[in-house]
Every structure is written in C-alpha cells, then in structure tokens.
C-alpha cells in the first residue's frame, strides 16, 4: 500500500557523513548525562511503601497526587486498580521512616478527601528487589540484543548485523540521556519502552535492508550508494504509514493517557522518531562504510530472471 511513490531517487547517502558526524555528537552528549546526573530510578527500583487503598466514592486521581504530594513525597505514583475507587500508591523509602508511619501519613491525609477511606494492603518493597529488577532489565537488553544481531547476521550479513545494533543501540543511549537530562522518572515501563523502541527500530532497518537486497539483485549497474538511495526513497511511503499510524496511538497515549502512561508514552515517542533516523542515517550509513556489496548478498547466478528483464541490468553470459 502506498500514499504515493517518488520518482526521482533522493540522495541520503551524500550527506551520510554530516548526519553520522551529528549522531556521534548526540550520542556522546547521552552518555555524558547518563553518566553525570544518572537515572532518576522508580521505587520499583529504588524500593519504598506500596499501599491499596479503597474509597467509598470515585475520586480523581489528581486529588489523591496533591493530598500526597502535600505531605513531602516526591515522585508519587498513584493509578487505579481493578475499579475507579481502587487506588495503588508507591510511596519512595524516606531515610528514618518506617513503612508503617508513611502509610499512616498518607491514610490520614486521603481521609480528609474521603472519611470512609480504608487501607486494603501495605508493604515494603526493598531495595534489593530494586537491585534484582534492575539487573533483570539489563539482562533482558542483553538478550534482545543478541537476538537480533543473531537473526540479522542470518537473515542478512554480518555487516548488516553490526550497522543495525549500533543503530537500535544509538536509540536506546539515546532514550536514557533525555531520561537523565531532564531528570525523568524511570519505571519498568518505561524499560518496556525501550524494549519495545529496539524491535520496532530493528524492524524499519529490516525493510530497508531487504530492500537493498533486492536492489542489488535487480539493478546489476547500480553502484551501492544508488542502490541504498534507491531502497531508501522506495520504502518512504510504507514508512510514512507505519511510523505515522504508530506514533499517533501513542500521542494519544501521551496526551490522554494521564501520568501512569505519561513517561512510558514519551519514551516510545522519542524512540519512534529516533529510530526512522537511525534507520535511514545511521544503519544504512554504516553499512555502506562496512562495504557491502552485491558479493555479500547476491550468490553467483541469483536472479537472472529479473535481470534479464531489468533495462539497469547487465549483460547475463
């Protein structure tokens, strides 16, 4: 399906060098921040107090917030379970308060908006869950990366490979730093973001570089940078579609969902718009800096058929 087709192949390539020359330039300054503020980690992280509590009547989310957010809490997170008077609240560990007392606190103080508030649950998350999480995330990065530097080095190449993880990796630095330049707070969902952006990431880079495989099989007196141009401009429509339909539900997400999805949303906001970047600019940049050629991808003999019909293609003996 396409909303339109562009004739005339679009250079990318010839500016491949300033664009990577600017992804360099972003991607140091992520791992500056990262390293110099760091992540503003959840109390799934960090550990802290969970509370369940049970109004008698509907109350806004936002009243719950403030009435906490009065008490000296910072970075409470409050959303709805099960029913619209269901309430869960993850209250951060606070230095010489126990779990009891911060429970307590914040009962008093949803009491005075609803008097016939109840505590169904409290408990204590502690850090070491926080650390146990933590390296469970990481893990799981670990093994998507490996997948899919395994799956693109048989699907494709090994070039191919190594172009598209440091490209799903450049978005994932990417991520962290405005996460820790603007001092964002970092929750598993948010890590499930992430997650989600390196398939998402990996998979625009696939179209594209099936595309180059094509082309290379087809247009026999194409040099590589044409032939990545023209994969590049040919699959723009499909991209427009994808990315465009994609990044609108999770707009929605950002604008409407409220402030349980407000970070989990921004993260896949920004790492949809990154990835179509690093897709174009950084994956198929640095397979063409790798060299690839028709060699890797085209064995002896392989499609003569479309080459013998191919008005770019050459003389077949």
């Known amino acids: 399906m396409e909303f339109f087709r562009i004739r005339r192949d679009i250079p990318f390539m010839r500016h491949a060098l300033a664009f990577n020359i600017i992804s360099i330039l972003t991607f140091l300054a992520a791992v500056y921040f990262l390293w110099a503020r760091g992540l503003h980690l959840s109390v799934e992280f960090t550990g802290g107090t969970l509370m369940e509590v049970t109004h008698a009547k509907v109350v806004e989310l936002s009243q719950v917030r403030d009435a906490v957010a009065k008490l000296g809490f910072a970075d409470v997170q409050v959303q709805h379970f099960g029913t619209t008077q269901d309430v869960l609240i993850r209250l951060p560990a606070q230095k010489g308060v126990t779990s009891a007392a911060q429970s307590t606190k914040v009962l008093e103080a949803l009491r005075a908006i609803d008097p016939q508030t109840s505590l169904r649950r409290t408990e204590f998350v502690g850090p070491q869950v926080g650390e146990e999480l933590a390296v469970d995330g990481l893990l799981a990065l670990a093994f998507v990366v490996i997948g899919i530097v395994l799956y693109l080095a048989f699907r494709f190449e090994w070039k191919f490979a190594v172009a598209a993880i440091i490209a799903n990796l450049h978005d994932v630095i990417i991520i962290l730093g405005f996460f820790a330049f603007f001092q964002w707070e970092f929750s598993l969902s948010v890590l499930a ?45 499909r991209t427009i579609i994808t990315h465009g339909s994609t990044q609108m539900m999770v707009l929605s997400m950002l604008l409407f969902g409220g402030a349980t999805l407000h970070y989990f949303a921004l993260a896949l906001t920004i790492g949809i718009l990154f990835g179509i970047y690093s897709s174009v600019f950084v994956a198929a940049a640095i397979a063409m800096w790798l060299g690839i050629a028709r060699e890797d991808l085209v064995k002896a003999g392989a499609g003569t058929t479309l080459d013998r019909n191919d008005p770019n293609a050459g003389a077949v003996v």
């Open 193 to 237: 973001a992430v997650l989600a952006v390196l398939g998402y990431s990996v998979n625009e880079s696939v179209v594209i570089f099936d595309r180059i495989r094509e082309n290379f099989r087809r247009y026999r007196k194409m040099d590589t940078i044409d032939i990545i141009n023209n994969a590049i401009t040919s699959t723009m429509s």
